[in-house]
């Protein structure tokens, strides 16, 4: 075993001398004490505890080479071809050498990475002195995946000038000068050059433990430290801090959003752009200058325990580097993240069939803060709870059917989708597991009654993964609602997440946190949505891809399987509503200018993903956008003329609109705060003409429903009363 690590590291040895690196040496990077433990005892939960208890063999080892090696260069735009030779002896020796707690090749072989990405940003600089041609016929490969490893620098230096001259056309295309574009991307490629000196061990070992479970199934993943935290918090939904939101700005950490009644806001004494250039602990500690520093490593500092104090030293927004700092002392407090959080939403339905006001309850993740549950809590935050609030408020407000929204919801806990398809059903089973033993246990809602008993609807797409589909699936085995928009991701996976910190002991976070698959979950009917997903009862237009996105996308997917169907009693039938409601969806997308122009969006967009490059000449690029921007500004001129006084824009209000989405080439943190905040405030603002189409599907079934009694009783559970009007 040691002779194979030997040959290993005297293999690695000699790629030393084949670097050509402008400026000074950097010092290698090298693992941790604790890692290489570490990496030991992950490979041994995995191996004993995941679903399918993968050996850590030669085999696996190959796909960790492999999966390593896409997370560090997936585009293949990094690496030689003789790079990758120079390490293919490592390819089936990574099991050897996590088992003898020995992790130093992965840092080997991003150390190359590291100075590969110099070599590419460099010479990236240097292509900037350059002029460029934008009348020949040129074009870029827009995806490098399935493309070889480049074999000559020639060859890999000519991808990377196309990539340069395709930034510097973007800015071109948007009026800047040539002076200009050069200053921009120069500085653009700077930063990220700066950005490749800021990463640590920690990073490096996460890719790789990282890579390690992703390559035995998609959904097993390693969370170091930062990322376990951040993972605590998008399922709690809340933190300990001031209430900012932070962005990188050059070598700056600037405030971006402050969050109402946090604070950062209640103090009155910050203001978005402002830069934080040192952070102290307690009202008399020392300040600790953060310029230069990684943005989550100044986030870490900015939180901390509740109501303990934290100093910030500020750069005031308008003011130049060498101007006065001010001191601002805040006392941290717990920051609820209620962007996440459910929604609800009312639309008014008036056509021909009558009028209907729908209600909408827009649910981003199933969340649960499973710390304050297990302390006994009673205002403990979750999906379920919120939205049965919300469901309330909805009643009160006397609407007549409930669309949930769930596009664009990857999930989170398998509790929460259980006690949320309990607030629309009375009692039952909810989600079939089966473990790695074969054995199957049954996930029921056992609270009797209804939160809501009215007509009800579920709009997913192909980013409604996991929870999100053991919650529309349940609903439309029951017959108790009609799924509505794309095929769902297909995820039919159970996860579970173990903190090693826990394991070990550890006062501090450490270690992280492995999450790893441990069931598969089956449809109460018996049928999984392993691969293929939640098909709705009314499709819409496809704006995603399907071929390429979702479960069926990954080479690892577990299979399809099915199991005997759970003991349920259907809480209605929808077939004889589904046809009907159908055929009227289908009038109005044939019929109304907004969601005709839907159809036109997902056409255009399967014609764009079978571009496999994009033309780097100026003309052709040039008519493009210019045919782009003068469909998408027809398109805002008729909507404001069919809106009338509901818009409420001028011509000039209209244009600034269209300016605004238009391509600017620039990176986000390289646009002003206010353009950039105010192009997501105004996409959030757009008409969502699919979620009114949802309304209206809805607002058909309550008129039917309405109209029919004896239909209504087969619909809906026995104790709504649905009369004419």
């Known amino acids: 075993m040691k002779k194979v690590l030997l040959c290993l590291l005297i293999l690695l040895a000699p790629l030393g001398h084949v670097l050509a690196l402008e400026g000074p040496a950097r010092v290698p990077l090298g693992p941790q004490q604790y890692q290489a433990a570490t990496a030991k005892m992950i490979a041994t939960l995995l191996t004993r505890y995941h679903y399918t208890a993968p050996r850590l063999d030669d085999a696996l080892s190959a796909k960790v080479f492999d999966r390593y090696l896409q997370s560090l260069d997936p585009e293949k735009l990094l690496f030689l071809q003789a790079d990758i030779d120079a390490f ?3 390819r089936t020796k990574l099991d050897n050498a996590i088992s003898n707690e020995d992790v130093r090749f992965p840092f080997t072989l991003y150390n190359l990475y590291r100075d590969r990405q110099v070599e590419r940003f460099t010479y990236s600089r240097q292509v900037l002195k350059t002029a460029f041609d934008f009348t020949g016929q040129e074009s870029i490969e827009y995806d490098r995946k399935n493309a070889p490893w480049p074999r000559t620098m020639d060859e890999i230096r000519d991808q990377w000038r196309k990539r340069v001259k395709n930034d510097w056309l973007r800015l071109k295309l948007a009026g800047q000068k040539d002076d200009a574009i050069r200053s921009t991307l120069d500085k653009r490629y700077e930063g990220y050059l700066g950005r ?38 998008s399922m709690k939904l809340s933190l300990v801090g001031i209430g900012a939101v932070l962005q990188s700005r050059d070598d700056y950490t600037m405030i971006r959003e402050l969050v109402p009644g946090g604070p950062a806001a209640l103090s009155g004494k910050l203001q978005i752009g402002d830069r934080i250039v040192g952070v102290g602990q307690g009202a008399d500690g020392a300040i600790s200058e953060v310029l230069g520093w990684r943005l989550d490593d100044v986030v870490s500092q900015i939180r901390g325990a509740l109501d303990t104090v934290v100093v910030l030293d500020v750069l005031p927004a308008d003011a130049g580097p060498d101007t006065k700092h001010k001191r601002v002392q805040l006392t941290r407090k717990k920051i609820s993240i209620e962007e996440q959080a459910a929604k609800k939403s009312e639309i008014e339905i008036k056509d021909a069939h009558g009028a209907h006001k729908i209600g909408v309850i827009t649910l981003p993740s199933f969340y649960e803060d499973f710390e304050a549950r297990r302390s006994g809590d009673k205002n403990y935050k979750s999906a379920a709870r919120d939205v049965e609030r919300l469901l309330g408020e909805l009643k009160k407000d006397k609407v007549e059917g ?13 509790r929460q989708a259980v006690e949320l398809t309990g607030l629309f059903i009375d009692q039952g089973p909810v989600v079939q597991q089966r473990d790695a033993k074969g054995q ?10 209804y939160s809501w008993t009215g007509p009800m609807a579920v709009l997913i797409n192909r980013f409604s993964a996991s929870a999100s589909e053991i919650f529309a699936a349940a609903i439309q085995d029951y017959g108790r609602g009609v799924i509505l928009g794309e095929p769902s991701f297909g995820k039919g996976t159970v996860q579970t997440v173990i903190s090693l910190d826990q394991l070990l002991k550890s006062e501090k976070p450490t270690y992280g946190e492995v999450k790893f698959t441990v069931a598969e979950f089956f449809r109460i009917n018996g049928n999984t949505t392993q691969l293929r997903g939640v098909t709705p009862d009314i499709a819409y237009p496809l704006l995603n891809d399907i071929e390429h996105m979702g479960e069926s996308s990954f080479d690892n997917a577990l299979p399809a399987s099915q199991i005997k169907p759970a003991d349920y009693l259907p809480a209605g039938d929808l077939t004889a509503v589904i046809p009907s409601l159908r055929s009227r969806h289908e009038a109005r997308m044939s019929a109304e200018k907004t969601l005709k122009r839907i159809i036109d969006d997902a056409n255009e967009i399967a014609v764009l993903r079978k571009r496999a490059t994009i033309s780097l000449n100026e003309a052709e690029r040039r008519a493009e956008r210019d045919a782009m921007e003068a469909r998408a500004k027809k398109r805002a001129e008729e909507e404001a003329r069919e809106n009338g006084a509901k818009a409420g824009k001028t011509k000039a209000e209209i244009d600034e609109d269209l300016q605004a989405s238009s391509d600017d080439g620039l990176l986000d943190n390289e646009r002003s705060i206010e353009r950039s905040r105010g192009a997501g405030k105004k996409k959030r603002e757009r008409p969502d003409a699919l979620l009114t189409e949802s309304a209206h599907v809805l607002s058909d079934e309550v008129d039917l429903l309405t109209a029919n009694p004896k239909l209504a009783v087969r619909v809906v559970p026995a104790d709504l009363r649905l009369t004419k009007k």
């Open 196 to 233: 490749i000196d800021k990463v640590n061990p920690n990073d490096v070992f996460q890719i790789f433990m990282d890579a390690y479970a992703t390559a035995i199934d998609p959904h097993s993943n390693y969370l170091g430290p930062k990322a376990s935290e951040e993972f605590d918090i």
């Open 402 to 414: 409930v669309v949930i929204d769930l596009r664009n919801n990857g999930g989170g806990s398998l």
């Open 88 to 90: 293919s002896a490592a």
């Open 440 to 449: 199957i246990a049954v996930e029921a809602d056992t609270r009797a009654g």
